[in-house]
């Protein structure tokens, strides 16, 4: 009955019903973390800060992730990283380097190496000796980024946290106290991070929709009207935010456009938009998807002949 409604419906109704539905879908679905995959790792660029290699900031490492794990995320391990990509982690990496990981992790075709948000921290330790005692210091702080939009999406920097310890503890000694005091406190802020990544969920992979992302759209050869037309329709999609032109020139337009629908959802929307419009993609349009940049390239300047029958499924 359903199906015999929809075939006496206009196309265009068809279309914006089909959008409606999946807006619903989308908003009752049962929401969780589990989707998002985060990449955890540790600036030791500053020579006074732990490094890696230090049995320390492999405890607060394993506690962060874990405060996330129990949240329900994702956690890609950078080691397992390393081994599947082959290559190599060295100490006193700064920044830059680490965001280079991320992105070149998510330019691989392994689906297992890619992750959507980034945390990175940096762990320090004081030691001041008294005359009467051991004064110990520990400090973590960091940021977080989204690894698809490279924005940033916070910080955390919790104030110095100071202990005691024997008058006559010497580098084992404290080596165990800072652990035991950094891992304590990276207990906490591992519950808090996972609280701070709620721009990071949810994410179902059921209704496609999550984090606000904004994709670059190019149309090569259309048509102003073939434009207005995806855009307009467009404007339907589930999570759809805003659109802005970015340039205009002969026969390249480009344009941002902001949704919380994931890339496959775009993709499955315009080729269905392009299809109803008769441009059927591989033959007419092709469409290539990289990342956030959407690019449609229509093969020739013939105007479109549309088909008068639907194919929409927005869903």
């Not at 391990?77 to 920044?95: C, Q």
């Not at 005091?181 to 802020?189: G, N, V």
């Not at 994931?262 to 290539?288: C, F, H, Q, S, Y």
Request: proline share 3%; net charge positive; hydrophobic share 35%.
């Amino acid at each position: 009955m359903i199906t015999n409604f929809f075939k006496k419906m206009p196309r265009i109704l068809v279309t914006l019903s089909l959008f409606f539905i999946a807006g619903c879908a989308a908003v009752n679905n049962d929401q969780s973390n589990s989707n998002v995959r985060i990449l955890v790792m540790g600036e030791d660029s500053d020579k006074n800060s732990i490094s890696r290699t230090n049995d320390v900031f492999k405890r607060v490492l394993a506690e962060l992730k874990e405060g996330m794990y129990r949240k329900g995320f994702r956690v890609v391990d950078e080691e397992f990283l390393a081994v599947e990509m082959g290559w190599k982690i060295t100490e006193r990496r700064p920044k830059t380097e680490l965001i280079e990981v991320m992105k070149l992790a998510n330019t691989s075709d392994k689906a297992t190496v890619r992750s959507r948000a980034m945390v990175l921290f940096r762990l320090r330790g004081t030691v001041e000796k008294k005359s009467f005692a051991t004064r110990i210091g520990v400090r973590i702080n960091g940021e977080m980024y989204d690894g698809l939009t490279n924005e940033f999406k916070g910080s955390f920097n919790l104030p110095t946290s100071y202990h005691s310890a024997p008058t006559d503890c010497n580098n084992i000694c404290m080596t165990e106290v800072i652990g035991e005091k950094a891992q304590e406190i990276a207990t906490s802020l591992g519950d808090v991070l996972a609280t701070k990544l709620a721009w990071a969920s949810p994410e179902s992979s059921a209704s496609g929709m999550g984090m606000k992302t904004t994709y670059s759209i190019k149309f090569k050869r259309f048509s102003t009207p073939e434009i207005m037309e995806i855009l307009n329709t467009s404007e339907q999609f589930p999570g759809y935010q805003s659109h802005n032109l970015s340039s205009k020139k002969p026969s390249v337009v480009s344009y941002e456009y902001l949704t919380t629908a994931n890339a496959t959802k775009m993709d499955k929307w315009i080729t269905i938009v392009l299809m109803d419009m008769g441009l059927t993609p591989d033959e007419k349009v092709i469409v290539r998807l990289n990342g956030t940049e959407i690019n449609l390239e229509k093969i020739n300047s013939l105007p479109a002949k549309k088909s008068p029958v639907s194919r929409s499924r927005f869903n």
